[in-house]
């Protein structure tokens, strides 16, 4: 991104900022004064931010106010928001158990991004894990999100180039597929050292009242401690603990 588009980037979410706090409405030159810029750059923005539905003008007073697109963006973070809140208490019980990474991440177009981690004390070294974006194919949790994709779209997925991250990651979209039948069976997924060299781990899903995995917890940790002889235990563990987020998000009516 060039130094001009970070500038209009910055002046854009001013302007969302004006009209959040000093509005309802405010016309052009009013908003122009505000951020010190030219009328005509002003009405630029504003184009741009009304294209993406982030803000209207009223036809009356030909001033503008914020747009419905806000609250469709509002809901997506109080979605998450909800769940972080719901689920941090039993991702807290079973970083307690397995003294390892724990992480809650959902799906963000065909990537995953993690929203919550929960991180054991007695841990000098670790990775901050949240906000930040990693592939389906080769980290547990994707594989999840993967398992419970509807057909057509791991279809999709899978006809791609798949990345190669360590000289452990699944590129064969045959064997993956197959690794995908076996997450759906136990219920759990894992991974050894397919993202990264010496990190192993294990994840399940977060299903909403419909069946649909809207979020994954993981347990994550180094290969000499997350060892393969421990993947089922924990991923049963994880499991149980993906199950009772679900049931507090209505899953079978449960609490």
Known sequence: MSNGQIQSLDRGLRILDELASGGPELGVTDLAMRLGVHKSTASRLLAT???????????ETEKFRLAHGLVRLSRAVAGE????RIARPLLQELGDATKETVNLAVSDGDLIVHIDQITPPQQVVNVNWVGKHVPLHCTSNGKVLLAWLPQKDRARILRRTLQRYTPRTIVDPRALAKQLERVREDGYAFTLGELEVGLNAVAAPVRSPNGEAVAVVSVSGPSYRVTPQLLPELGERTRD?????????GLGGGT
């Open 49 to 59: 931010l009304r294209d993406h539905d982030l803000v209207d003008q009223n036809p």
């Open 81 to 84: 928001m909800d769940l972080v």
């Open 241 to 249: 603990i993906a199950d009772a987020i679900s049931r507090r998000l």
